[in-house]
């Protein structure tokens, strides 16, 4: 019977997908689809360029390859001048991109296995195009007044970025299940959403201080701007100026707690300007040339506050008081690595004019400082005014939700790539029902021997066991339910009794019943309600579906 219903779960099994077909697809998406849109991009916008400033497309194909490794913060010699600071914008865009994509690449359940395959496959695709974009601009330097950059310096950028990326995407999808897989402290997965709020406070503060000081200096601006001796070149300035403009903010935001930035040789912080020459950006043309004023201090205020209320969200966690302050210390310390890793790359030498950028390790320690104090503070009173506190029924936790995932983990590695395994387990999910006939006793014996003898006493398989005088016959059969054995153990089985009633034929004659002088009504509507009762029954082995 368990052979018959497992048929159509065959043909059902064999119809489906290959999920190794279906995961192959997903990896070269995930290499692939980045690269060829951003390769996409850059050639239509280098041959967009080169056709409106009437340029010799001659060296469009080493513009492209250029153009992708400063995508990637590559830095560049053009005309024997270094220009080590590139835009931001772009490898954000980018780097937004592929985390995006190994995200959807994975689930909360993958493995660890499946999240560095997704991630390795995020990583190949462009370090193949960077070889290519390396042998292409060596070639191209006898066409066009370039220097082929490191190869080494150039291929760590490119894993670096893209591997940060692949990876932050992968941890999004996959972190919180993996911490309680690994049995972690309930707090480490709360870190992520607190630091993230603080960090992107910090950069839309550090946005709005340059859109400010751009429209406070518009004159200088436009005076910039007009150096495009034409629309199109006007353009081009207003074009490169968006795309450096979180260059600038990062800039702002060293400045904001207390850090300074440079620009050439000028160099401003809250309490001091020393005025220099600055490059001919127009985003650069909101720098202040001098400290007006004495209040400039009072703008280490906006990182306190932000501070505040990254204690805010860690106390509103509702956490004991000691793990509210790892997660305010985390997160602190999560912004602060940040912040430094971003000024590193949003810095460079530019030429004549010399370093444009910020200190990295400076700006992150003081903006660690900035964000840890108030926020341990704030916290800590959030906390002990919620009055949570440590029952050490958090390690019992972990350790059953580890044990949980554990299991779960085994049994997905050892027999759910299994295609025998997997069927196996479909088909005993399939309940399957059979009857067992007991045997049927003489109904004259019956009768004769009363209420003392018992149904199933009788030898012989010549007629049904009569339970009563009504004339009604009782089978006895049994339910088997496959479905609660497990994958592996399929002798254990539930055995459920079932006593089906049946009308026996009569054995006289096939005409009418015949009904004795002394018998009513009532045995007829008995033989009728057990009549109707049997045709409800299937005649043949019974189905998932009956």
């Not at 950028?157 to 932050?168: C, M, S």
């Not at 941890?171 to 690994?182: D, F, L, P």
């Not at 030498?349 to 950028?357: D, K, M, P, W």
Request: charged fraction near 20%.
């Amino acid at each position: 019977m368990t052979s018959l219903l497992g048929r159509g779960v065959r043909r059902d099994i064999s119809d489906r997908p290959d999920p190794d077909t279906d995961q192959v697809r997903a990896l070269l998406g995930v290499a692939l689809r980045p690269t060829g849109v951003a390769i996409v991009l850059i050639s239509a916008v280098v041959i967009v360029t080169l056709v409106a400033s009437n340029s010799d497309l001659t060296g469009v194909v080493g513009a492209i390859a250029a153009c992708w490794l400063a995508l990637h913060q590559v830095s560049l010699t053009i005309t024997d001048a270094p220009l080590g600071v590139l835009p931001l914008l772009p490898t954000a865009v980018m780097m937004w991109a592929v985390a995006r994509g190994c995200a959807r690449a994975v689930t909360a359940r993958s493995t660890l296995r499946d999240a560095a395959r997704v991630v390795a496959a995020a990583v190949a695709g462009p370090f193949v195009m960077t070889l290519i974009a390396l042998a292409v601009v060596t070639d191209a330097t006898s066409v066009v007044a370039l220097e082929a950059p490191n190869a080494a310096e150039a291929l760590a950028w490119v894993v670096g970025i893209h591997l940060v990326a692949a990876v932050a995407g992968v941890v999004a999808t996959t972190g919180r299940a993996e911490c309680e897989r690994r049995g972690a402290p309930s707090w480490v997965p709360e870190v992520a959403r607190p630091a993230a709020r603080a960090a992107l406070a910090l950069f839309a503060v550090g946005s709005a201080v340059t859109v400010a000081s751009l429209v406070w200096s518009w004159s200088d601006v436009g005076t910039l701007l007009g150096d495009g001796s034409d629309p199109v070149g006007v353009l081009g300035l207003t074009v490169l100026s968006v795309l450096y403009l979180p260059n600038v903010a990062v800039g702002a935001v060293a400045v904001l707690v207390g850090g300074t930035a440079h620009a050439g040789g000028t160099s401003v912080s809250v309490f001091d300007i020393v005025a220099g020459p600055v490059p001919p950006v127009p985003v650069l043309g909101g720098v202040p040339g001098e400290l007006v004023g004495t209040a400039w201090p009072v703008l280490l205020i906006v990182p306190l506050a932000i501070g505040a209320l990254l204690g805010r969200d860690c106390g509103r966690l509702r956490l004991p008081v000691q793990e509210t302050a790892y997660t305010v210390g985390c997160a602190a310390a999560g912004v602060g690595v940040v912040a430094a890793a971003v000024g590193f790359v949003a810095g460079g030498e530019l030429g004549v004019y010399g370093f444009v950028g910020v200190e990295p390790l400076v700006l992150g320690l003081i903006t660690f400082g900035f964000l840890a104090l108030p926020g341990l503070a704030v916290a800590t009173l959030i906390a002990r005014r919620n009055g949570v506190e440590s029952d050490g029924g958090d390690e019992i936790e972990r350790t059953e939700k580890s044990d949980k995932f554990a299991e779960t983990a085994a049994f997905e590695d050892t027999g759910a790539d299994d295609p025998a395994l997997a069927f196996e387990v479909k088909r005993l999910a399939l309940p399957s029902m059979r009857y067992r006939s007991e045997p049927e006793a003489d109904a004259d014996a019956d009768r004769e021997s009363g209420p003392e003898s018992e149904p199933g006493s009788a030898a012989g398989p010549a007629a049904p066991d009569t339970s009563d005088g009504s004339g009604e016959t009782v089978l006895e059969g049994e339910l088997v339910d496959d479905s609660a054995a497990g994958p592996t153990d399929v002798a254990d089985t539930d055995v459920i009794d079932v006593e089906v009633e049946a009308v026996p034929q009569d054995q006289d004659e096939p005409g009418e019943p015949e009904t004795s002088p002394g018998t009513d009504e009532t045995e007829t509507t008995s033989d009728e309600a057990a009549e109707a009762a049997e045709g409800d029954l299937p005649d043949g082995p019974l189905t998932p579906s009956d």
